[in-house]
């Protein structure tokens, strides 16, 4: 590796309204250009926006200045990534054709410099939220999308930004940890442990930066969110880093 590899996740762009949601998108912007130049891949890691859906000719207005970075970084030879998260879990190809951005439905496995990642949103994973596992089902139904997919625009739009409203994101809420045993997806880890070693499982969706050490070789760390924390991690071919953004650097 001659270049970092990013990872970012929870920017929940359109949340709670059009102001916050632009200067956090000015902030990731920002800090897209603070580690370009040492970045070889980017990993997007769910949840970039509060609501997605692509119609076969319309797309939610807006965010235009993410978009473009991510056009500008894309050609000039990042790689980047985009997970499915619980709130953009109805992205499809437009990224794909426009950036050239790799859209991951569920878990991705990598390997680099010797050392073994798992890379997922979070959300579905380890044990409880019986009620969010059975809607996930519904939503990634192909089906239920078509369904959607009926509704004219603006009235789809208009469900999901009143869905949105009640989200954490609405409401602020800050998440609290639960201790090494209680965090459902540092269990699921350990789950996964038993099967396949993995030096790293790096997840977002708990809006809570986290380093739990697992065992002697493997680590789980969330890399929270961009409302609160403007966290991220970062992976410069030795060690695995959570680091905070301040935008005065």
Same mark, same amino acid.
Not at 2 to 31: C, M, Q, T
Not at 99 to 127: N, Q, V
């Given at each position: 590796?001659?270049?970092?590899?990013?990872?970012?996740?929870?920017?929940?762009?359109?949340?709670?309204?059009?102001?916050?949601?632009?200067?956090?998108?000015?902030?990731?912007?920002?800090?897209?250009?603070?580690?370009?130049?040492?970045?070889?891949?980017?990993?997007?890691?769910?949840?970039?926006?509060?609501?997605?859906?692509?119609?076969?000719?319309?797309?939610?207005? &807006?965010?235009?200045?993410?978009? *473009?970075?991510?056009?500008?970084?894309?050609? +000039?030879?990042? %790689?980047?990534?985009? /997970?499915? $998260?619980?709130?953009?879990?109805?992205?499809?190809?437009?990224?794909?054709?426009?950036?050239?951005?790799?859209?991951?439905?569920?878990?991705?496995?990598?390997?680099?410099?010797?050392?073994?990642?798992?890379?997922?949103?979070?959300?579905?994973?380890?044990?409880?939220?019986?009620?969010?596992?059975?809607?996930?089902?519904?939503?990634?139904?192909?089906?239920?999308?078509?369904?959607?997919?009926?509704?004219?625009?603006?009235? &789809?739009?208009?469900?999901?930004? *009143?869905?949105?409203?009640?989200?954490?994101? +609405?409401?602020? %809420?800050?998440?609290? /940890?639960? $201790?090494?045993?209680?965090?459902?997806?540092?269990?699921?880890?350990?789950?996964?442990?038993?099967?396949?070693?993995?030096?790293?499982?790096?997840?977002?969706?708990?809006?809570?930066?986290?380093?739990?050490?697992?065992?002697?070789?493997?680590?789980?760390?969330?890399?929270?969110?961009?409302?609160?924390?403007?966290?991220?991690?970062?992976?410069?071919?030795?060690?695995?880093?959570?680091?905070?953004?301040?935008?005065?650097?």
């Amino acid at each position: 590796m001659d270049k970092n590899i990013y990872f970012a996740s929870d920017f929940h762009l359109g949340a709670p309204n059009y102001k916050e949601s632009r200067k956090r998108e000015e902030r990731i912007v920002s800090w897209l250009n603070f580690i370009e130049p040492t970045c070889g891949e980017l990993f997007l890691m769910g949840d970039v926006f509060d609501f997605w859906f692509e119609y076969g000719t319309v797309i939610p207005k &807006g965010f235009i200045r993410l978009q *473009g970075k991510l056009a500008q970084m894309a050609d +000039a030879g990042i %790689k980047i990534y985009f /997970f499915k $998260g619980n709130h953009d879990m109805w992205v499809n190809d437009y990224f794909t054709k426009e950036i050239g951005i790799e859209i991951i439905s569920d878990e991705l496995s990598i390997e680099r410099s010797g050392k073994k990642f798992y890379l997922h949103h979070g959300d579905g994973l380890g044990p409880g939220d019986a009620k969010y596992k059975f809607l996930r089902k519904v939503f990634r139904n192909r089906f239920c999308q078509w369904l959607f997919s009926v509704l004219p625009p603006r009235i &789809g739009l208009f469900i999901a930004n *009143g869905w949105s409203g009640n989200s954490r994101v +609405a409401s602020n %809420k800050k998440e609290v /940890f639960l $201790g090494d045993e209680n965090e459902w997806l540092a269990i699921f880890a350990k789950e996964q442990l038993e099967k396949e070693h993995f030096d790293y499982f790096i997840f977002g969706h708990r809006h809570l930066p986290l380093d739990i050490q697992l065992n002697a070789n493997s680590r789980y760390v969330n890399i929270g969110e961009w409302i609160n924390y403007n966290s991220y991690g970062i992976f410069d071919g030795e060690d695995l880093k959570l680091e905070y953004y301040n935008s005065v650097q």
